[in-house]
T-cell receptor, first 114, second 114 residues
Framework: GAVVSQHPSWVICKSGTSVKIECRSLDFQATTMFWYRQFPKQSLMLMATSNEGSKATYEQGVEKDKFLINHASLTLSTLTVTSAHPEDSSFYIC??????????FGPGTRLTVT | AQTVTQSQPEMSVQEAETVTLSCTYDTSESDYYLFWYKQPPSRQMILVIRQEAYKQQNATENRFSVNFQKAAKSFSLKISDSQLGDAAMYFCAYKGGGSEKLVFGKGTKLTVNP
């Protein structure tokens, strides 16, 4: 149990375009979902926390207008990177949490902006 | 603010041997959770083990066990009978009882030598 999927696993987009990443909890209802960014050989950096039906809470320094997060249901959250630039290239990971303390992570999405 | 420190950037162990990864944390809270996550080369974060602060008994999951020293704010992970598949980055993480967020350490890269 506690499986989280993420789609796509790898995406390449051109500078100036937008890209959407989906995160789904497959076998449990996720009251809270999280979006992280991970640079090579570094730890995870929390970008934002979202609760179903509510606006996301962004961490300090994260541009909420660039990284749009929607948590429309208890099993789906999306991250849209708007007007992407090469510096947005990174590995994005989502996680989901139900009623217990544990966070379960998706497999990640590698974004390359050319 | 809570912090998590992993003082060993890299560790290595011989296959079938035992290795201990260190983690210390700083908090003023009495109610919290501690986790160890594994991130293999696939970059999928996998929950290895969880410890609730109110439990005195150290958590164990098969070959993985922790040494939780609450007064010393120490939370080490012991891997027994190391296997090649244990090679990965290991992240120690903290979650306050009243928070949804995880605070991660910088990680320890574990190499398992055949």
């Amino acid at each position: 149990g506690a499986v989280v999927s993420q789609h796509p696993s790898w995406v390449i987009c051109k500078s100036g375009t937008s890209v959407k990443i989906e995160c789904r909890s497959l076998d449990f209802q996720a009251t809270t979902m999280f979006w992280y960014r991970q640079f090579p050989k570094q730890s995870l950096m929390l970008m934002a926390t979202s609760n179903e039906g509510s606006k996301a809470t962004y961490e300090q320094g994260v541009e909420k207008d660039k990284f749009l997060i929607n948590h429309a249901s208890l099993t789906l959250s999306t991250l849209t990177v708007t007007s992407a630039h090469p510096e947005d290239s990174s590995f994005y990971i989502c996680s989901a949490k139900g009623l217990v303390a544990d966070q379960y992570f998706g497999p990640g999405t590698r974004l390359t902006v050319t | 603010a809570q912090t998590v420190t992993q003082s060993q950037p890299e560790m290595s162990v011989q296959e079938a041997e035992t290795v201990t990864l260190s983690c210390t944390y700083d908090t003023s809270e009495s109610d919290y959770y501690l986790f160890w996550y594994k991130q293999p080369p696939s970059r999928q974060m996998i929950l290895v083990i969880r410890q609730e602060a109110y439990k005195q008994q150290n958590a164990t999951e098969n070959r993985f066990s922790v040494n939780f020293q609450k007064a010393a704010k120490s939370f080490s992970l012991k891997i027994s009978d190391s296997q090649l598949g244990d090679a990965a980055m290991y992240f120690c993480a903290y979650k306050g009882g009243g928070s949804e967020k995880l605070v991660f350490g910088k990680g320890t890269k574990l190499t398992v030598n055949p």
